[in-house]
């Protein structure tokens, strides 16, 4: 059993009283993610600090290490390689990186997920659509919750973040109980994103009155809306969340201005917003300026790479899963105005990629598709190749896939737990696609 699910397991009913107290504990010193969390912050700062030469290494020696231990144990990146013409041993210095052939979602789904992983100790599955709706599946090493919250943190710090902090969180779960539940392990109050904002803000009222909620936390279109809400239908929690938040952290869609700008006014706050994936190969944030998009060297290596239409994709390398390397894999994300200095990409601006697409219940209420589809777990994704969602109408949804399930069987396998919809399912031999071509979780 990997670490996250032991702490969902067993911590999940400590109160907001006892958790705050346990997350006063810092990370370093925390079992089972402590010593690889303590590293990755040296890391950062050691990294802060580096010149070329030193960063260039840094990034060698994992690279190297990562592509020879592929090469040797994994078999899609030995019959790859081989195909491709490339050898580990041409892998000789810094600049010999560019050597590696790109791989891609779609070149990997060509293989089983055993062909092209390793079985590391404690691994565990995960699934991700990204912004195409395409299902990828993969494995992730236990230790990399201790990686992940080191980067995370140093982020949100930006903001006076500590770890004891009480978070609102804006997520697609589906299994929140009364409204507004309380998260330990991440120090977190999570809001039911589907259900009614009349009765979100009552409990909320409740739990503000006992406890002071530093920071909001998740999709900004979510975010948003809430912001909306309250700034129309209740001044008064309004007013008491101005007098207690810090900051906002908006992960997991694009931050448009529209959305942000409403954010930081409603609740007189500053935000901070990163770029990242569920296949954890790369993670940016706006370091310096809004919207501008450093990567931690720390994390993984990124690089823009030009593609056939003249733009830059973004390309990157994930250090430390060997259960199931991604090396030199493009995102397939569109960036621009990349800025690389002694051949490391410092920072990019985001011109295509995750965008916050809704569907609109039965209340009226905008519900984020990144939560629906991909923060839920729903079974069809098992059999379906395709996810995408048309709204028919108000309150009425189809899902649309491509899979060999029956329309009457894929309901049984979509969770549509405590939303406000009528749902149908649509079987289609090939998914519907934007007159450019793009495949978007939305069909419009």
């Known amino acids: 059993m990997n670490i996250a699910v032991f702490l969902k397991n067993n911590l999940k009913n400590i109160p907001p009283s006892i958790g705050q107290k346990i997350n006063i504990l810092p990370y370093e010193y925390r079992p089972g993610i402590g010593k690889i969390y303590k590293t990755r912050k040296q890391e950062i700062r050691q990294l802060e600090l580096a010149n070329k030469e030193e960063k260039q290494d840094f990034v060698f020696k994992r690279v190297k290490s990562l592509v020879d231990f592929s090469y040797k144990h994994i078999p899609f990146y030995r019959t790859y390689y081989d195909t491709n013409s490339f050898h580990p041993d041409d892998l000789m210095s810094f600049g010999d990186i560019q050597k590696i052939p790109i791989i891609t979602k779609s070149i990997l789904n060509q293989s089983k997920l055993e062909q092209r992983s390793y079985k590391r100790k404690g691994r565990y599955i995960v699934n991700t659509g990204g912004s195409s709706g395409t299902p ?213 601006l985001i011109l295509k990629g995750r965008n916050g697409e809704f569907v609109v219940d039965k209340d009226n209420k905008s519900i984020n598709l990144t939560g629906l589809i991909f923060g839920r777990h729903h079974e069809i994704f098992n059999y379906a190749n395709f996810v995408q969602v048309k709204q028919i109408r108000k309150g009425v949804i189809e899902i649309v896939y491509v899979g060999n399930i029956a329309e009457n069987k894929a309901a049984s396998l979509f969770d549509s737990n405590n939303l406000n919809f009528d749902i149908t399912f649509k079987r289609v031999n090939e998914p519907i696609r934007s007159v450019s071509g793009k495949v978007s979780l939305l069909i419009k």
Request: hydrophobic share 35%.
């Open 136 to 348: 990828f599946g993969f494995y992730i090493e236990p230790d990399s919750i201790g990686h992940e919250w080191a980067h995370m943190h140093t982020i949100w710090e930006k903001l006076g973040y500590k770890t004891s902090d009480f978070k609102l969180g804006f997520g697609g779960r589906s299994d929140v109980n009364n409204f507004v539940d309380y998260d330990v392990v991440r120090n977190t109050f999570a809001i039911d994103i589907y259900a009614s904002y009349s009765e979100i803000c009552k409990r909320l009222k409740q739990i503000l009155k006992k406890y002071h909620v530093n920071y909001l936390h998740g999709y900004p279109s979510s975010i948003y809306d809430f912001a909306i809400y309250c700034e129309t239908f209740d001044q008064e929690l309004t007013s008491i969340l101005k007098e207690q938040l810090k900051g906002a952290f908006l992960g997991s869609e694009y931050p448009h201005k529209y959305y942000r700008d409403k954010i930081e006014t409603v609740f007189d706050i500053k935000t901070i917003s990163w770029y990242g994936h569920t296949e954890r190969a790369v993670l940016a944030y706006e370091k310096e300026r809004p919207f501008n998009y450093s990567p931690f060297l720390s994390y993984g290596f990124s690089e823009a790479i030009l593609n056939e239409e003249n733009e830059y994709n973004l390309v990157s390398t994930s250090y430390y899963n060997y259960a199931s390397p991604l090396i030199r894999y493009n995102t397939e994300d569109i960036i621009e105005d990349p800025i690389v200095q002694n051949g490391i990409l410092d920072s990019f």
